[in-house]
């Protein structure tokens, strides 16, 4: 008989050994699938491997899909130091990605390092903007942070389907024949390009240097100031929050902003690091939100952890494209990122709980 | 009946928790009738006739008496699919005449007073056919009668030849239930002896492991000054948006010791929220220092000078899952020392913890232990080292003693004698009359959210108390 009980402590070397154990499961499950349909497993994973990180040039992909997940990443872990589980920072990137652009296109002309400050702020004010709703929602009427932001993902993907798509806005492209039979957004000037740095053949964006920033000063923030120090205690105990004086209305909502201009500068970064222009398509394609959402979870919304993660999960993701063809299985790496999330999330169970195997029960002599 | 006594921290709840199969023993065996057992879980307690009654009743609250009952029992009716609501409440009622415990088995948890609840929580053991009983602290959130009751029931079931353990830390009712008494003292079992043979005074001082003295009044000189707390006709309401504080007029002078008694969820706790400004008055107006509060703001509170130790320690009074330190500078985190600007400054934040734990003797292994982890005592000195530090003119205690150990009791009525006689104005709600004429110089009964009497201290009697708490007439 197998008993589930619950854990009356948590040793905190489970914290570390979940993750890692659950990542090991994954690709074990991953070897099953791999076999059944006559692949050779350990092959694959070599190749994978290999595409993500060894082969020429894969450092420089696996960083350009790690960047939206570190920006994701720690947007969703921002909240939930506050016990608010924003799934909305996929919306929240897309309306950063569409102010980023826009303010790019009524700039050009600026100056590049004004253009690319305002796609920044443009870019986080957005998504704050987008935050804020499901935060006053919260804050005032105690509605359900994780349906809103959810909801709102959908809206603001059509809003953006709707301005490259079904209009002539101002974002999309209408010189010329082609434009017009291929809808995609307006090139943005030279000068909302985000720098790069090349090291030893890696190039590394902008966008990159400004997540790890970003992990730093949050750590600052929660670790080392007032405001932080709300933000910990209500998390913990709200009662206690409100007990000490602290303004728990504003602090939700000040969390859902920071949180949702953290995706906001994600999506800036697409637009100035890496697409040029505003990209619907690639955007929804990418599922950077949700992905961040795993991102966050693995590294149990460590800041400094999810750079790690994010970076992991974002080279999975580049040899999966690389990959892409006949010779290599298709859909392998959504499996993988699959099993990794069930087994994270199942993992959980052993946090808290632990299994006990036993024989059948003893019966006890009741007294005469 | 067999009482188990001890300081807390002493291990009586860890050892009913073993017994229960919460934790599980690092060494030694357990045995029951005779035969070894292991306890993996409280299920396997509770197949073997092991049942507890916790202070924090484990009840669900929109369910009835008889759905709460049978829940977690998979014997006969417990195991079908199907429940038969009418087998399990004639079962409840025939359980309930029997040992005298007048329930409704139809009613719904929420709809039920404390004493009520803790009748269901006893008829669930006896429903599981719990051989050993456990009880801790049964009569804390009694009146004096219902707790007479409470007795009485407990000895019809020894006298049906169960096994009764009764946790408290009331020295004379531990004397007037039981049959043995077992004290405990930092872990160890310090002694056995018949209650027949005990005084309070020998058992207070096998817990302690010192004499002490017991109900002594170091009253002291205390200068009572200008009235710095003033109530009028103060309303609020409950959590559930029902009016839970009716009325409400009340004084409170600089060097005074004011104690409202009365039953547990009888608006105490909503009175104290509204002075501490965790909850808006409906209606009235509450002055501290002359100066009148706009109400619903826990930091204008603060900041007028009222100090709050609240009922519920672990979760209000604490951030459990933070650090000493962090919460030792819960309420003054926005000021120097602790930060500058914006930010903390951590080191200097240790270094207060460090004092305040030296100061108020708070036993830990360092200032960055989580307070989840600390024992009832030593939380609530945390507590009221902070509440102290702040400067208060006023300051509010809720039940500042309950689930402490005869020597906590000592720190905690010690420091509330000292904000007193420095000239702080002390509003004391409780529910222990042997702590309300210990401490107060007035005492003001509290009944379905009115103050119902007034009594000045050295005249009031306990009969004529727990008759006003109970709701009885005012007795004149």
Known sequence: MIRIERRLEQPRWLTVAVPVVSIVVAFLFATLVLLATHHPPLHTFKRLFDAAFLDNGAMTETLVSATPLAFTGLCAAVAFRMNLFNIGGEGQLYAGAITG??????????????????????????????????????????????????????????????????????????????????PQGKNLPDAATWPSWTVHGLVIPLGAVVAVALAFALWGLYARTRFGFE?????????????????????????????????????????????????????????????????????????????????????????????????????????????????????????????????????????? | MHALLGENGAGKTTLSNILTGLYRPDEGEIRLWGDDVEFHSPRDALDAGIAMVHQHFRLVPPFTVAENVVLGDHRDVGRTFRLHPRAIERRVSELSGRYGMAVDPRARIWQLSLGEQQRVEILKALYKDARI?????????????????????????????????????????????????????????????????????????????????????????REIGESCLELEGVDADGDRGVPAVNDVTLAVRRGEIVAVAGVAGNGQRELAETIAGMRAATDGTIRVAGRALKGGDAREAIGAGVAYVPED????????????????????????????????????????????????????????????????????????????????????????????????????????????????????????????????DRIAVMYEGAIVGERAAETATVEELGLLMAGGEEAR
């Not at chain 1, 804050?139 to 059509?158: D, G, H, P, R, W």
């Not at chain 1, 099993?339 to 999330?345: E, G, M, N, R």
């Open chain 2, 313 to 440: 320690r672990l979760g209000t009074g604490v951030a459990p899952g933070l650090s000493i330190a962090d919460n030792v500078v819960l309420k003054s985190y926005r000021r120097p020392p602790a930060s500058r600007g914006p930010f903390l400054l951590v080191r200097k934040i240790r270094e207060l913890a460090v004092g305040v734990m030296q100061r108020y003797d708070v036993r830990a292994s360092g200032p960055d232990v989580p307070a989840r982890q600390l024992s009832g005592g030593n939380l609530q000195k945390v507590v009221l080292a902070r509440e102290f530090s702040g400067e208060p003119v006023v300051l509010v205690a809720a039940s500042p003693t309950r689930g402490l150990d005869v020597a906590g009791i000592e720190v905690v009525h010690d420091y509330l004698r000292d904000a007193a006689e420095r000239g702080v104005g002390v509003l004391l709600l409780s529910e222990d009359l042997d702590e309300i004429r210990a401490l107060a």
């Open chain 1, 231 to 368: 933000v910990t205690v209500i998390g913990d105990s709200a009662r206690a929050g409100r007990y000490a004086g602290m303004r728990t209305r504003r602090k939700i909502i000040a969390v859902m902003c920071l949180s949702g201009a953290i995706a906001g500068l994600g999506g800036a970064s697409q637009d100035g690091d890496f697409r040029h222009q505003l990209d619907p398509r690639g955007l929804t394609q990418a599922n950077y939100g949700y992905a961040g959402i795993v991102v966050a979870a693995l590294a149990r919304y460590n800041p400094f952890a999810v750079l790690l993660v994010a970076f992991l999960l974002g080279g999975l993701q580049n040899a999966g494209f690389t990959l892409q063809g006949a010779d290599f299985p298709n859909g392998l790496v959504g499996v993988l990122q699959g099993l990794i999330l069930f087994c994270a999330l199942g993992g959980e169970l052993f946090v808290r709980y632990r299994v006990r195997i036993e024989r059948r029960h003893k019966p006890v002599a009741e007294p005469a």
């Open chain 1, 101 to 182: 652009a826009t303010v790019a296109l009524l700039l050009a002309g600026a100056p590049s390092p004004v253009v690319i400050i305002a796609m920044m702020a443009a870019g986080a004010a957005g998504g704050a903007a987008l935050a804020a709703i499901p935060g006053l929602l919260r804050a005032f009427f105690s509605t359900n942070e994780i349906i809103t932001s959810l909801m709102l993902n959908y809206v603001v993907a059509l809003i953006l389907d709707y301005l490259i798509f079904d209009s002539h806005s101002y974002l999309r492209d209408t010189s010329g024949f082609e434009a017009s039979v291929f």
């Open chain 2, 133 to 221: 009983l456990i009880l801790d602290e049964p009569t804390a959130v009694l009146t004096p009668q219902e707790a007479r009751g409470l007795f009485e029931t407990i000895r019809a079931m020894a006298d049906d030849g169960r096994t009764v353990i009764f946790i408290s830390h009331k020295l004379h009712e531990v004397k007037a239930v039981a049959d043995r008494v077992t004290i405990l003292r930092r872990g160890r079992s310090v002694a056995t002896v018949a209650a027949s043979d005990a005084t309070p005074r020998s058992l207070a001082a096998l817990m302690v492991g010192r004499e002490i003295a017991l109900g002594g009044r170091a009253r002291g000189d």
